[in-house]
């Protein structure tokens, strides 16, 4: 259909924080160039209130917006939205449109990473219409299974009322992608309390207990009291971004606060519906109660739970399939497109940022790719500048916010920021901690390789970020400073002014 072919300079597939980033960093070093964003979604995201916090860290908020938005900020730019099918890196057109681009970004982001697929009883969260349909179903239920250990079941478990749940994780603490298990246990006493009233509605749509048995459990309760029903607006339209659950209601059918029982170092074995249990002998799948459910999951510690859904939270994985058929992208172990230090793939002139790609480059000894908004953000801008750099023929080097991984955000309403190798991530032994925890405020970690800072957990409001990421950074031997560089009573400010 030849009034339907436009050619377009660039070419970027996702309408993400990647996806967005690089659109509005291109537009703005080359506004001459067309350029054409190729979406799925109704909307795009976009980045508001940035806030560099200190060299690295950074700050801001992601709001879902129509696409006009941009349109009007940026006149060279078309959106275009529409499910890319496949791309033929070798004549640089789609079987949609003919594009003629020199560069080709793509920014699809991920997709979760289910413990089964097509199970009608296990969800997964991802987008606006997940979420709604989580949200949609809790409404109706008495007990939900969230399985996995990140940063969604840390978000689910603490916010979820009115229904009980029964969080399996298969290691010995919770939040391992973020956190050790002395960070762990801080912030476990949180799970006993009732949850804080929520701050105003936001005007924007936006988005020491013992350590347990091996395949022990641990129960926290919190009893509905003084809460009014203040949880704010219904969420239609909101977009999940760092505070996506506090645009939506996340109550279930009971009338209770917050019920988490904690199922430690345990996987699933076996997720099965009532026919199936009660058609199996009665040793091998043995519920905890005797009420009846619409769906059971039997654990690797032996024990099986009956409740209404499963939360699948166990990570995600690189929306990448569209790109494969007929090309030779080189895929990371992770399942991402992996890119160089340009944010090249291993097909010329196809670029990919965020969620969608594995950094395959050396990466400085204190970051770490995370799929996190700040790293697709990053990831955006740089691959952006690297795009113009490439057409303009400009010499680009790897920007400097990939010499320090840095990460601010929210568990169980602290502050938490993390920097480095803050879980001494490839240290091996050859790492020293030093702690300081002021129970219900704060938690702070360093971790220590040959006497220099090489990562930190600051939970609470620590106010260190900015004098430990300059420690982090300039590598200065702290051998002097010993056990007194977590001295409450000494401004560590002061001392390395
Ligand atoms: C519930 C939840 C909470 C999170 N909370 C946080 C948090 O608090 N802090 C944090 O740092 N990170 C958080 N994350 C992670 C963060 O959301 C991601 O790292 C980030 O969104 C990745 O951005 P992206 O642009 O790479 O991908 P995405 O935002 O996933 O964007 C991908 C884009 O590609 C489009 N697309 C997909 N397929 C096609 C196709 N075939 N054709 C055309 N377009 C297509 C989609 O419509 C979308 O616009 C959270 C993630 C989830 C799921
Ligand atoms: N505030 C924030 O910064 C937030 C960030 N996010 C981001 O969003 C993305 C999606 O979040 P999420 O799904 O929680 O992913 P995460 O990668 O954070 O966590 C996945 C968890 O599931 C575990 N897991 C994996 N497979 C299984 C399995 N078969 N059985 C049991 N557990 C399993 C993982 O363990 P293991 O690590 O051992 O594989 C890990 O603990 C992530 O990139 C996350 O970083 C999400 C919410 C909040």
Redesign the pocket.
């Known amino acids: 259909m030849a009034d339907q072919e436009k050619t377009f300079r660039f070419v970027i597939v996702g309408g993400g924080i990647a996806g967005v980033t690089c659109v509005e960093q291109l537009s703005s070093q080359i506004p001459s160039a067309e350029v054409a964003l190729i979406t799925a979604g109704p909307q795009i995201k976009a980045v508001t209130n940035y806030k560099q916090v200190s060299k690295t860290l950074e700050e801001f908020d992601v709001e879902e917006r129509p696409s006009s938005v941009l349109e009007e900020k940026f006149p060279n730019l078309t959106v275009i939205h529409s499910a890319v099918k496949s791309l033929h890196t070798q004549s640089h057109a789609s079987s949609l449109f003919c594009i003629l681009s020199i560069n080709i970004i793509n920014s699809f982001g ?1 997709r ?2 289910l ?1 089964t697929q097509d199970n009608p009883y296990v969800l ?3 987008d606006t219409d997940s979420a709604q349909e989580f949200q949609k179903r809790l409404a109706n239920a008495k007990r939900i299974v969230v ?9 689910l478990v603490f916010e979820v009322e009115g229904c009980e749940v029964i969080w ?4 010995k603490a919770i ?4 956190f050790d298990p002395g960070a762990a246990q801080f912030l476990i006493p949180s799970l006993e309390t009732n949850k804080p009233e929520r701050p105003a509605p936001c005007k924007r749509t936006r988005y020491t207990t013992e350590e347990p048995a091996p395949g022990g459990s641990q129960t926290f309760t919190a009893d509905r009291n003084a809460r009014g029903d203040g949880s704010g607006p219904t969420g239609v339209g909101s977009a999940l971004g ?1 505070d996506w659950h506090e645009g939506i209601v996340l109550r279930g059918a009971e009338q209770v606060s917050r019920r988490v029982s904690l199922e430690y170092q345990c ?2 074995k076996k997720i099965f519906t009532s026919e199936e249990l009660l058609n199996s002998p009665q040793q091998t799948l043995r519920p905890e109660n005797e009420r009846s459910w619409p769906v059971y999951i039997q654990l690797t510690n032996g024990k099986t739970f009956g409740c209404d859904f499963v939360v ?5 994985v690189p929306n990448t399939e569209p790109f494969l058929h007929g090309n030779k992208f080189e895929l990371a172990d992770d399942g991402g497109l992996q890119v160089d230090d340009h944010m090249m793939t291993s097909e010329p002139d196809v670029y990919a940022a965020g ?1 969608v790609c594995t950094a395959s480059w050396q990466h400085s000894q204190l970051w770490q790719q ?4 700040t790293q697709a953000r990053q990831m955006g801008w740089y691959t952006g500048r690297c795009m113009a750099a490439h057409v303009l023929s400009e010499p680009i080097e790897l920007d400097f916010c990939f010499e320090l991984f840095t ?1 601010i ?3 169980f309403n602290y502050k ?1 920021v993390l920097l480095g190798k803050f879980n001494g991530q490839g240290l091996g032994p050859d790492q020293e901690l030093l702690v300081r925890c002021t129970k219900g405020q704060e938690y702070v970690k360093v971790v220590l390789r040959g006497g220099r800072m090489v990562g930190a957990v600051l939970i609470g409001e620590t106010d260190l970020e900015e004098t430990f990421e300059n420690l982090i950074l300039n590598q200065m031997d702290l051998t002097p400073y010993g056990e007194e560089l977590l001295n409450p009573n000494i401004d560590i400010e002061d001392y390395f002014d």
């Open positions: 991920a979760p990473k413990l997964g969260i991802r399985v996995g250990n990140g940063g969604i079941a840390l978000e399996a994780v298969k290691d939040g391992n992608t973020f760092p996987e699933v699948s939270a166990t990570g995600v969620d995370m799929r996190l908004w990460h955000t929210k568990f938490v």
